[in-house]
């Protein structure tokens, strides 16, 4: 990587047009230079890859690259002797906001001890996430490390542990958005040929979340240039977030007339 230009670090967040802000009722990808470019990717055809007989390693490595960008959650756990853990997961989003409550994959690797965040997890029934900022985003990724179990990734990082509110397990102090959890459940996937567990879903219920003010806008709500939070691509990458577009969301009552006239009994099932 030494032949990489230097990074450019994140200084605001800045809102841009949409790709095709003059897009209207049943237009086609076609109608502009950039969707009629797009489309003649379809000349090449398909790949298509039966997931229950290719090699799972490629179809890892294929989802990774293309589900994308995938948020990260920093995952602060303690085991029920006292042992503190810290790992990233971007297999992770949000599920719903009432009860607000967050999910988290944890891989069961065939033949190796189970990941200490999810037998944690377990066995404590709570948890932390943090949010990664690009300036500390090493720290974060050398908690990866396949480190003997005497190693506390803490040291590692050269982060910091603050004490939550609720839960043992401690926060990040550095993470500008973090969220104290309590276990929901915990589901094992089971293979659906071998019945072997690859996975457990971790469901957290989100009883407190710690967000530092200078990362709020004037509504209240995280300000992603400000936060600066960094997601997963493919491979060992990450990305940054620094440009965005908004796009409506349309409503029947108010646009439904001009829809129908518009594309007339295509708009039928």
């Known amino acids: 990587m030494s032949d990489h230009p230097a990074y450019t670090h994140t200084v605001s967040f800045k809102e841009t047009k949409s790709p095709n802000p003059d897009w209207t009722y049943g237009q086609g990808v076609d109608t502009t230079e950039e969707g009629r470019k797009w489309l003649e990717g379809l000349q090449g055809g398909f790949k298509t890859i039966d997931t229950s007989v290719e090699d799972p390693r490629k179809v890892y490595g294929l989802m990774l690259s293309g589900i994308i960008p995938r948020p990260v959650a920093f995952v602060s756990s303690v085991s029920e002797d006292g042992v503190e853990n810290l790992s990233p997961y971007s297999f992770f989003n949000m599920v719903t906001p009432e009860p607000a409550m967050i999910s988290i994959s ?22 932390t996430v943090n949010i990664i900022s690009e300036p500390w985003v090493e720290q974060a990724n050398m908690t990866c490390i396949d480190a003997p179990p005497d190693i506390g990734e803490w040291a590692l990082s050269g982060l910091t542990k603050e004490k939550s509110t609720l839960v043992k ?36 219920l989100v009883k407190y979340i710690h967000v530092r003010n200078d990362v709020l806008n004037g509504r209240g709500v995280a300000d992603p240039g400000r936060l600066k939070p960094v997601a997963r691509i493919g491979g060992i990458s990450y990305a940054k977030i620094s440009e965005g577009y908004q796009l409506g969301r349309e409503l029947w009552e108010q646009t439904g007339e001009d829809i129908q006239k518009a594309v007339g009994d295509k708009s039928k099932i």
Do not use: W
């Open 106 to 127: 944890v891989a069961v690797k065939e033949g190796a001890v189970p990941k200490d965040t999810a037998r944690n997890i377990k066995a404590t029934k709570n948890f």
């Open 169 to 204: 397990a401690p926060r990040v102090l550095e993470s500008a958005f973090s969220m104290e959890c309590e276990l929901y459940q915990a589901i094992d996937i089971l293979h659906p040929v071998t019945g072997k567990t690859n996975n457990t879903l971790i469901l957290g």
